[in-house]
């Protein structure tokens, strides 16, 4: 009776159970799941070398690139090589602590990448409004100590995460509907008052999730009053192209982050559970794979370096510090 309370109060490990309802389709999931990774892992790790060894992209706007390819590889490697296990072999189990580390890492990059998004935002408002300003602004210190400013936020708001549920006593099944350990999911296991849980995982996507939001749309909304101002099409049309990369990266995060945070607590009756957990996968896997590629295709100064690279004609230097 003793080791049955224990066990019931602190799981030795958790079950992860996938896509519910979807068994049987889970190696038809694994492949775009998969090259999706893939593309991801290959074009940050090709972003982050760009950035590392070449002259022209030591700048402010690319730093900023780096710390979200840097985040974005961190995001989707703590999620996406375990749902290849679960779908490819079946390696659905998962330790009580090892699933509190993968929690913390999911939320704490989530986060990351929202206030990176936020950084660049305000990187492309001093850029834009304040062109004379900008090196003097936004120099390698002070780059260094938002970053990690903002690193240091994620964990200190996260960290409560990993020890709100180890609280929890659990004493209902052990098997998680989902490729990864979410903090809700987790925590909807116990049969315990799971009020605080929920409270404080709502005011952390504020804390982190609002306020980004908001200085992206403050900064945005003074961007299109300056270049509104400018009275060359061409020096608007230039304006809002050196923005355009980074719009596309706010979509492709935020559009799942919304649809997940809203059909959890609005769609529960409408929504298939397997609906929820493919796009908590997207929310996780999409920034990552589409981030190189956007930044690729829509950044000249990027696109030109992979051209030198692949013609063999590359000018700047090829060796690092």
């Known amino acids: 009776m003793l080791m049955l309370n224990k066990t019931e109060l602190n799981p030795a490990s958790f079950i992860l159970n996938g896509v519910p309802g979807l068994e049987d389709m889970h190696i038809w999931i694994s492949f775009p799941f998969c090259s999706m990774y ?15 060894y070449e002259d022209s992209l030591h700048k402010p706007m690319y730093y900023f690139l780096a710390m979200l ?62 062109p004379l300003r900008y090196s003097t602004i936004l120099t390698n210190p002070a780059i260094a100590k938002v970053g990690l400013v903002t690193f240091l936020r994620g964990v200190l708001l996260i960290i409560p995460f990993t020890f709100l549920t180890k609280r929890l006593p659990y004493c209902r099944s052990n098997i998680i509907h989902h490729t990864y350990c979410d903090h809700m999911s987790v925590a909807k296991l116990s049969c315990g008052n799971v009020k605080i849980n929920a409270v404080y995982g709502l005011m952390v996507a504020l804390l982190i999730g609002g306020f980004d939001i908001l200085c992206i749309t403050i900064s ?26 980074h719009i596309c990266a706010i979509v492709f995060s935020y559009s799942p982050a919304f649809f997940s945070f809203f059909s959890h607590r609005f ?14 996968n997207i929310y996780v896997l999409l920034p990552p794979t589409m981030n190189p590629v956007v930044y690729g295709v829509k950044t000249k100064q990027i696109r030109d370096c992979v051209i030198s690279i692949i013609s063999g004609s590359k000018g700047t230097k090829s060796h690092g510090i």
């Open 38 to 52: 893939v593309v991801a892992v290959v074009g940050n790790c090709g972003l982050l070398y760009l950035i590392r």
């Open 69 to 130: 390819s840097l985040t974005d590889l961190v995001m989707c490697s703590s999620t996406i090589p375990k749902a290849l296990c679960i779908f490819w072999f079946q390696l659905k189990k998962i330790g009580f602590d090892e699933c509190l580390v993968q929690m913390f890492f999911i939320h704490t990059f989530t986060g990351m990448e929202s206030g990176v998004l936020m950084l660049m935002a305000l990187d492309r408002y001093v850029a834009i409004c304040y």
């Open 220 to 245: 945005y909304t003074m961007i299109l009053r300056a270049v509104v101002s400018l009275s060359s099409a061409d020096a608007r049309q230039k304006a809002f192209s050196t923005c355009t990369a």
């Open 267 to 280: 769609g529960n009756h409408t929504i298939p559970p397997s609906c929820h957990i493919i796009v908590a």
